[in-house]
């Protein structure tokens, strides 16, 4: 299995957006629904923030927004706030029951 | 609230085993999977597999098979990741997380593999 592929950094003003990509096969991020969006804060246990391609659990606030086209899933953060500096990481069911990550892109606030 | 409690930290000799416990609680603990994750330090997350926790298959990624096993106490809502042959290079923290979209997670559990 190939690892997904993330640029490892990202970077924005407060109150700009920001949007991260995903890059991985038909085999993975194209071919399933199970497409997650993970936060991890500096020092912090992971969190979900998006699950099933687009889908916000409860809690999660309205500027992150995710979606997906082919083989590429993608997240974006509107009107960046200090709190969202972290490391955000993707993940995808790859077939077989197997799952895989993305590398991280650490998310700067300016 | 659904809830993850992890074992403490450990320190484990090259060639030892290590065996990690997930205790489940807010939630019917049979109707989902428990996934578990490490990250290796500064390093990012790497998925190990997972335990149906409602009839106790399993599944590891390929990088630890043969070397990692995944079990469960029903009774006690708990799962166990039991990691043998440690290398210097399995020092990370340990994760569990739920389900197929990992939608909550454990605190964490440093295993530090170290002569």
């Known amino acids: 299995q190939s690892a997904l592929a993330q640029p490892p950094s990202a970077s924005g003003s407060p109150g700009q957006s920001v949007t991260i990509s995903c890059t991985g096969t038909s085999g993975d991020v194209g071919g399933y629904k199970h497409v997650s969006w993970i936060q991890q804060q500096p020092g912090k246990a992971p969190k979900l923030i998006i699950f099933?391609?687009?889908q916000r659990p409860s809690g999660v606030p309205d500027r992150f927004s995710a979606s997906k086209s082919g083989n590429t899933a993608s997240l974006t953060i509107s009107g960046l706030q200090a709190e969202d500096e972290a490391d955000y990481y993707c993940?995808?069911?790859?077939?077989?029951?197997?799952?895989?990550f993305g590398p991280g892109t650490k998310v700067t606030v300016l | 609230q659904v809830q993850f409690v992890q074992s403490g930290a450990e320190v484990k000799k090259p060639g030892a085993s290590v065996k990690v416990s997930c205790k489940a609680s807010g939630y019917n603990f049979a109707r989902f999977i428990i996934q578990w994750v490490r990250q290796a330090p500064e390093q990012g997350l790497e998925w190990m597999g997972w335990?149906?926790?409602?009839?106790?298959?399993?599944k590891s990624s390929q990088r630890f098979q043969g070397r990692v096993i995944f079990s469960m106490d029903a009774s006690a809502t708990t799962v166990y990741m039991e990691l043998s042959s440690l290398k210097f290079e399995d020092t990370a923290v340990y994760y569990c997380?739920?389900?197929?979209?990992?939608?909550?997670w454990g605190q964490g559990t440093l295993v530090t593999v170290s002569s």
């Open positions: 993940t995808s069911y790859a077939g077989s029951n197997t799952y895989l």
């Open positions: 099933e391609v687009s």
């Open positions: 997380a739920r389900g197929f979209s990992f939608d909550y």
């Open positions: 335990i149906n926790a409602g009839n106790g298959n399993s």
